[in-house]
């Protein structure tokens, strides 16, 4: 098992460009996040996922979209990126009390 | 709203000494509490949980923490720290909703010197 995966694991976006990140599970779970990390703040939840075809707002989500088409994907993309999106982004995956993290995708917006 | 405090952004012991990783969070209802640990540049592991049941949990690596209710906190020990627990630790809440979103504290920094 491969447990949480996300590609890309670095990117460099200039202002106003858009990308997406991946996130892969392959532990069939059914809820699925995405964190934003940055220094001193800890993680913040951006948007979460209770299944496939549904997604939901977590504390930070402007700036950001989702879409979970497949119940092993969890897709997090932004449409023009802002210096204030620099972080590093952490996909979770969970069972019904735990979250298992990803490695993260360090992203740098100049 | 909950929230969690861990105090002390930054703590160093010498290899040996006990550690002590402070939590306290807050939330109307007993929440489900966690410990995390991430090593530089990976993603986070989970050291320990607490659910329901014993308030006195163990974890991996020869962590424990202990849910004491009246004080609101979860704090993290270890007898003996290792060069190897070198790392940042974050102590997050979930409001046991349903859907297992998780609230983080900033986090503390554990350095081990010789």
């Known amino acids: 098992n491969a447990g949480v995966t996300q590609t890309p694991k670095f990117r460099v976006l200039k202002t106003g460009q858009s990308m997406t990140l991946l996130c892969a599970q392959d532990?069939?779970?059914?809820?699925m996040y995405w964190y934003r990390q940055d220094p001193g703040m800890g993680l913040r939840l951006i948007h979460y996922?209770?299944?496939?075809?549904?997604?939901a707002k977590g504390e930070v989500p402007d700036g950001y979209n989702v879409s979970r088409l497949k119940k092993q994907n969890f897709l997090l993309g932004l449409e023009s990126a802002a210096p204030s999106q620099t972080s590093v982004y952490f996909c979770?995956?969970?069972?019904?009390?735990?979250?298992?993290f990803g490695p993260g995708t360090r992203l740098l917006v100049l | 709203a909950q929230s969690v405090t861990q105090l002390g952004s930054h703590v160093s012991v010498s290899e040996g000494a006990l550690v002590l990783l402070r939590c306290n969070y807050s939330?109307?209802?007993?929440?489900?509490l966690f410990w995390y640990v991430q090593y530089p540049n990976q993603g986070l592991q989970l050291l320990l949980k607490?659910?329901?049941?014993?308030?006195l949990v163990k974890g991996i690596n020869g962590f424990e923490a202990e849910f004491k209710k009246s004080e609101t906190s979860f704090h993290l020990t270890k007898p003996s720290a290792h060069m190897s627990d070198a790392a940042e630790y974050f102590c997050?809440?979930?409001?046991?909703?349903?859907?297992?979103?998780?609230?983080f504290g900033a986090g503390t920094r554990l350095a081990v010197h010789p």
């Open positions: 979770a995956s969970s069972t019904w009390e735990t979250q298992y």
């Open positions: 532990m069939n779970h059914e809820y």
């Open positions: 996922s209770v299944g496939e075809g549904t997604t």
């Open positions: 939330s109307s209802v007993p929440p489900y």
């Open positions: 607490y659910t329901t049941g014993a308030t």
């Open positions: 997050a809440v979930s409001p046991a909703d349903g859907y297992n979103k998780l609230i």
